[in-house]
């Protein structure tokens, strides 16, 4: 594979020979493993890497990250370690093999060689490993057929047990399938079937069942997905109730037509996550009660929940956003309220004209406009007390929309009139307090 290795990004490309290099120091050997083996055979764009090796992976990443360095995040037990490399996550493991005592749990893990360490994988295009020993830099190791299998487009399972040994691999398998518009192959699809029936997906605990949904709305078309797990599963191991209904079908098929525009409105200024809003779309069939408790029982994090509930809020109160008069400064002081996501999810929901064209407004315009002030501005002018900064600022924005401040100085002069008045309120209130007391 000396051929596709040079496709990699040059950044990558010195990178991986320095590698080698400490490997050789460390009498370690050291491949490129699993995803990026096959994204290069599929000529695929590569971001991040994972690297298998045969000795102390620990020692080896932080060796080489020491030399740059980067600090590196250690899972002792794993014998993992990766760190960042200019914004590429890199991961390294030692080669193993694993045992599963029982369906559903982590396995027990012992060191072993390449081969073996292929062979404990989920599928064959996912256990391909391509050598970076400079004896034979580029040699692919292909045990199980990964690359006649990527030729034929199908998704394999390496053993019939491979299911139930890790569940987690039914939803992988209908992510890669639905992916690369690849098919799972008969056994394959005969094995996860049987895993489903007999209830695998219930024995793997919820946390991975999140981990797993997250990466699925993180596809780049999560609807496919989606509707193929439906089909497969019928997500029997989630809370009862949720399904890929026509209703949540035609919404997230919305929701994949408007990614683009989401991405460029908000892609670059936030961290604005389109997984959760899909997700929010997926959750469509539910109460908002079963919402909670499903969000519970799969231990979201905090910052999706409330994108959810705010999703939903927002949704009730859209009438608000059809109301015949609506200034600008209303509409920016409603909206603002809501996280990104909850904004976005409801413009993909409505069909409804004059909401989409006022939230389509908010999106476009209102939500990028910026004060030229900042507190230290307020500061320079002595406004006290500094408490109020927030209060002041948020005031001069919204008077900013309305109006439509050009200067600085404009700013500057409708702030010092807000902080007089709200600093007399504040100090009549202190005097009334100090009566009372
Ligand atoms: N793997 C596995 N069984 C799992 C999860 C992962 O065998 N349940 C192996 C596969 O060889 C996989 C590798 O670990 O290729 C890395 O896992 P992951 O990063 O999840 O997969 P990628 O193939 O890199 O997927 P993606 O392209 O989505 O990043």
Not at 269 to 276: A, D, G, K, N, P
Request: charged share 30%.
């Amino acid at each position: 594979m000396k051929k596709q290795l040079t496709y990699l990004p040059s950044v990558f490309k010195e990178f991986l020979r320095t590698c080698a290099e400490s490997a050789r120091a460390h009498h370690a050997r050291i491949y490129l493993v699993g995803g990026v083996v096959r994204d290069l055979l599929l000529g695929r764009d590569v971001y991040d890497l994972d690297i298998l090796v045969e000795g102390d992976a620990i020692r080896l990443a932080v060796a080489i990250a020491r030399r740059r360095g980067m600090p590196v995040t250690r899972h002792k037990a794993f014998g993992t370690a990766s760190f960042i490399f200019r914004g590429h996550k890199i991961d390294f493991a030692a080669a193993r093999s694993e045992t599963y005592l029982t369906p559903g749990s982590l396995p027990r893990v012992r060191k072993a060689g390449v081969t073996q360490d292929l062979s404990r994988r989920d599928f064959t295009i996912n256990a391909m490993a391509v050598s970076l020993h400079p004896a034979e830099y580029g040699r692919l190791i292909d045990p199980c057929g990964g690359q006649e299998d990527l030729r034929r487009h199908l998704v394999r399972v390496l053993h019939s047990e491979s299911f139930f040994d890790d569940p987690t691999r039914i939803l992988r398998a209908i992510r890669f399938e639905q992916r690369f518009q690849f098919r799972m192959e008969a056994g394959t699809l005969f094995q996860l079937k049987r895993a489903v029936g007999s209830g695998a997906l219930d024995t793997v605990h919820p946390h991975r069942i999140r981990d797993e949904l997250i990466l699925i709305m993180r596809e780049k078309f999560p609807f496919r997905c989606l509707r193929r797990a439906g089909k497969l599963t019928g997500f029997g191991f989630l809370e009862p109730g949720v399904r890929c209904t026509p209703a949540a079908g035609r919404l997230l098929n919305r929701i994949q037509r408007l990614q683009s525009f989401f991405l460029r409105s908000f892609g670059a200024r936030t961290e604005f996550r389109l997984w959760s809003v899909y997700f929010t779309a997926f959750l469509e069939s539910l109460s908002l009660p079963q919402v909670e408790f499903l969000l519970e029982e799969l231990g979201m994090d905090k910052r999706t929940r409330s994108d959810v509930r705010a999703a939903r809020s927002l949704r009730a109160r859209r009438r608000r956003l059809k109301a015949p008069v609506l200034s600008d400064d209303e509409l920016y002081e409603f909206l603002h309220q809501f996280p990104l996501e909850a904004v976005a999810y409801v413009y993909a929901y409505s069909t409804n004209g004059r909401l989409r064209r006022r939230i389509r407004r908010f999106i476009d315009t209102l939500s990028h406009i910026r004060l030229r002030i900042r507190g230290r501005d307020l500061q320079r002018l002595g406004v006290t007390p500094a408490h109020l900064y927030g209060k002041i600022l948020r005031s001069v924005l919204r008077q900013k929309i309305k109006k439509g401040f050009r200067t600085k100085e404009e700013e500057e002069r409708y702030a010092l009139g807000v902080a007089e008045r709200l600093s007399r309120q504040w100090a009549s209130g202190g005097r009334k307090k100090g009566k009372n007391s």
